[in-house]
């Protein structure tokens, strides 16, 4: 079409994966597919009864979500993460975090004269985001790295994805210190901050790391992980109560809203530690088989102390250790999907069934 731009997006990089996901299928044991963080546990029932609670409602849901929802989440945080007393009025939910980081910058108002900072090795939707608005990106693991530079968002995630690092209160606090200092956007994808192994996660929204001052921060959760509810769209968005109102009102133009029996799913999940925890004890024993049998087989772990994955090296191309894998029938991403740093390591999840788990342990025993 004559004078249109089309946006000039990476290619979707788990198509690159065919060619090893057929032959890992191939196997004679089936496959065990450990690519992608998808849960594969059913939603607890008492999540189930809560969306069913509002299914028969024909009304619009408000885009700022229900109070309870809203109160939920405040305490959750607190209960779950010591982040203090925040203000329910600063809670947004969102379809999913994807969906938030891919509009982000867009919504922010963000543009092509401003730069927007991701981890070198970083969830690809942050790039992706930052070019949908035509923003400048910039890859950088420290803040020397960056120097005086200006930025308009810097993206911090702790636990990381893919390499599992945990950032300690130290380190975030430079973060938000040296954002402050350029009147730019901290947001940090808090989604693994449930799911900790042998570290403990901090939110940005601990009073030891803003010092008491949200502005500039916002702080993304999902519970797609700790509630398995990744198929109900499910996340929301809190920190800096000024930038959360600009964020509802531009959502509320948009349509942006999540589904009101999902909000009611979202409240139960937010409220009912229960079931978070069978989950993550469900992840933790899945880790505690994996991670020797990776080991065993010759790879070197870096990192991996927080969150649903292993990252992975035996100091070859990433693309060689997937075509390994594969020939026993497990299908794991390549480091680079997330960077050129990971050129050399694979990411590998702990999202399978016990008995996928299983049988991933004992092609990979000596």
Request: overall charge negative; aromatic content about 6%.
């Amino acid at each position: 079409m004559p004078g249109r731009t089309r946006l000039q997006l990476p290619d979707f990089p788990w198509d690159s994966l065919a060619g090893a996901a057929a032959a890992a299928r191939a196997h004679p044991g089936g496959l065990v597919d450990l690519s992608v963080g998808t849960p594969v546990d059913d939603v607890a029932p008492v999540l189930q009864e809560a969306l069913a609670s509002t299914a028969a409602g024909p009304g619009y849901p408000t885009t700022w979500g229900t109070a309870a929802l809203r109160e939920a989440a405040v305490a959750a945080l607190d209960r779950r993460h010591g982040v203090g007393a925040l203000d329910p009025d600063a809670v947004l939910p969102t379809i999913g975090s994807k969906e938030l980081v891919a509009w982000l910058p867009t919504l922010l108002g963000l543009g092509p004269a401003d730069t927007v900072v991701v981890p070198a090795l970083a969830y690809p939707t942050y790039e992706v985001g930052a070019r949908i608005a035509g923003c400048r990106v910039v890859r950088a693991d420290g803040l020397t790295a960056l120097g005086p530079a200006r930025a308009a968002m810097v993206y911090v995630n702790s636990p990381s994805n893919p390499t599992g690092q945990v950032l300690g209160v130290e380190h975030l606090r430079k973060v938000v210190d040296w954002a402050r200092l350029r009147d730019a956007v901290v947001v940090s994808d808090e989604c693994y901050l449930g799911l900790a192994w042998d570290a403990e996660p901090v939110s940005v929204l601990d009073p030891r790391v803003h010092g008491g001052d949200l502005t500039g921060l916002l702080a993304v959760h999902s519970l797609s992980k700790t509630s398995s509810l990744a198929g109900y769209r499910a996340g929301f968005v809190t920190g800096d109560p000024a930038l959360v109102a600009e964020l509802l009102e531009v959502r509320k133009h948009a349509g942006m809203i999540v589904p009101r029996p999902v909000q009611s799913a979202m409240t139960a999940a937010l409220t009912d530690d229960e079931h978070a925890a069978a989950q993550r004890g469900r992840y933790a024993a899945r880790r505690a088989a994996l991670l020797p049998a990776v080991r065993a087989a010759g790879f070197r772990v870096d990192h991996s102390e927080a969150g649903l994955y292993l990252w992975a090296t035996r100091g070859e191309p990433g693309r060689d250790t997937v075509d390994w894998f594969s020939q026993r029938g497990i299908l794991v991403a390549p480091g680079e999907f997330y960077g050129p740093g990971g050129a050399r390591h694979v990411r590998i999840a702990l999202t399978a069934t016990d008995e996928r788990i299983s049988a991933a342990v004992d092609r990979l025993t000596p």
